[in-house]
């Protein structure tokens, strides 16, 4: 159990162009779902928390606008990068909790933006 | 700032060594600590998760906890070679994990 998935799990795109990232919990409803960011041979950032049917809480010094967060049920979330620049190429991982603290991590996906 | 200091490695060790990595955290009102296993390319993979003050065995994996020096350990007995890996350590205050820069293993056949 506690399987979380993401799609796509590699993106490549242009310059200025919007990317949506799906995050789902497949065999648990997650009562929170976050968003991390990884930049090569660094640990994970967490960029924001989201909470079914509330906005999303950013970690300081991430832009909303830029990020946007859609926790649309209680086993999907979506990250949606706007306006996307070659500085937002990154690994983007989703985690979920089932349990009180313990979170499983999703896949991830890489985002490249040419 | 709540900060979780690892070294960085790597750390090298011998085929059925045990590999011994350690983890400082600054927020003493930390509660869960966990250790995550990383792949090159890959997501965190949940090893171990730690709660109480002492030690805490899953098969091969080790993991303490002395929450007044605010030290997390893990150790590896029998590394094999897919134990290759980074090592991530994560405190949790809240519902939030903080993770450290995490420690490269790498086992020798």
């Known amino acids: 159990g506690a399987v979380v998935s993401q799609h796509p799990s590699r993106v490549i795109c242009k310059s200025g162009t919007s990317v949506k990232i799906e995050c789902r919990s497949l065999?648990?409803?997650?009562?929170?779902m976050f968003w991390y960011r990884q930049f090569p041979k660094q640990s994970l950032m967490l960029m924001a928390t989201s909470n079914e049917g509330s906005k999303a809480t950013y970690e300081q010094g991430v832009e909303k606008d830029k990020f946007l967060i859609n926790h649309a049920s209680l086993t999907l979330s979506t990250l949606t990068v706007t306006s996307a620049h070659p500085e937002d190429s990154s690994f983007y991982i989703c985690s979920a909790t089932r349990e009180a603290d313990t979170q499983y991590f999703g896949p991830g996906t890489r985002l490249t933006v040419l | 700032q709540k900060e979780v200091e690892q070294n960085s490695g790597p750390l090298s060790v011998p085929e059925g060594a045990i590999a011994s990595l350690n983890c400082t955290y600054s927020?003493?009102?930390?509660?869960?600590f966990f250790w995550y296993r990383q792949y090159s390319g890959k997501s965190p993979e949940l090893i171990m998760s730690?709660?109480?003050?002492g030690d805490k065995e899953d098969g091969r994996f080790t993991a303490q906890l002395n929450k007044a020096s605010q030290y997390v350990s893990l150790l590896i007995r029998d590394s094999q070679p897919s134990d290759s890996a980074t090592y991530l350590c994560a405190a949790q205050g809240g519902n939030k994990l903080t993770f450290g820069g995490g420690t490269r293993v790498l086992v020798k056949p």
């Open positions: 927020d003493r009102g930390s509660q869960s």
């Open positions: 730690i709660y109480s003050n």
């Open positions: 065999d648990f409803q997650a009562t929170t």
